[in-house]
């Protein structure tokens, strides 16, 4: 994990980013910049959100919250909390390509622009974040793949893709 993986590319100036408090439990870093889950929906002890795993979000199985807006301040025995922007498909976000030669023209990056993909997780998640970070995938375009690839002048924000989530992945659908 790395901080500031996700970043905000553009949102609807009246939207606002409304990042809301979550629980974190001890043993699980969240750095800002990550997105996270719900540990388990329906069960209270278990209600904390802990970072998402690799090769996700997925459509009806992920149970996305956001993105971390700051860094969690659990620790390896203590829970602690956390502020967490909400999924919100007005929010545009840029993320590092897993392999960069697949975005590195314009005219490559626009054939990818509406492909569904899954984001990638480096590192194994623990409560130590690594050196690892969250990359797009750009694998075949599937339809239970919960991040939108959007349109983006490459020689402004090169090494970056812009995405939006899908709102099935939102925990709250």
């Given at each position: 994990?790395?901080?500031?993986?996700?970043?905000?590319l553009q949102e609807d100036v009246m939207t606002g980013r409304g990042a809301r408090l979550y629980y974190v439990q001890g043993g699980t870093a969240i750095l800002a910049g990550e997105p996270v889950v719900v540990a388990a929906l329906g069960v209270q002890a278990n209600s904390a959100v802990v970072p998402m795993a690799t090769n996700g979000p997925v459509v009806g199985t992920t149970q996305l919250v956001g993105?971390?807006?700051?860094?969690?301040?659990?620790?390896?025995?203590?829970?602690?909390?956390?502020?967490?922007?909400?999924?919100?498909?007005?929010?545009?976000?840029?993320?590092?390509?897993?392999v960069a030669a697949?975005?590195?023209?314009?005219?490559?990056?626009?054939?990818?622009?509406?492909?569904?993909?899954?984001?990638?997780?480096?590192?194994?998640i623990g409560s130590?974040?690594?050196?690892?970070?969250y990359t797009l995938l750009a694998t075949a375009d599937t339809s239970t793949s919960g991040c939108v690839v959007q349109p983006l002048d490459i020689s402004k924000y090169p090494g970056k893709v812009a995405i939006r989530f899908r709102a099935g992945c939102n925990y709250l659908a």
């Open positions: 994990m790395s901080l500031g993986d996700l970043t905000i993105v971390a807006a700051t860094t969690a301040t659990n620790t390896t025995s203590a829970t602690g909390v956390v502020y967490v922007t909400p999924i919100n498909p007005d929010i545009t976000y840029l993320v590092n390509p897993d697949t975005w590195n023209t314009q005219a490559k990056y626009d054939a990818q622009i509406g492909r569904r993909c899954l984001l990638a997780n480096s590192v194994v130590t974040p690594g050196n690892g970070a």
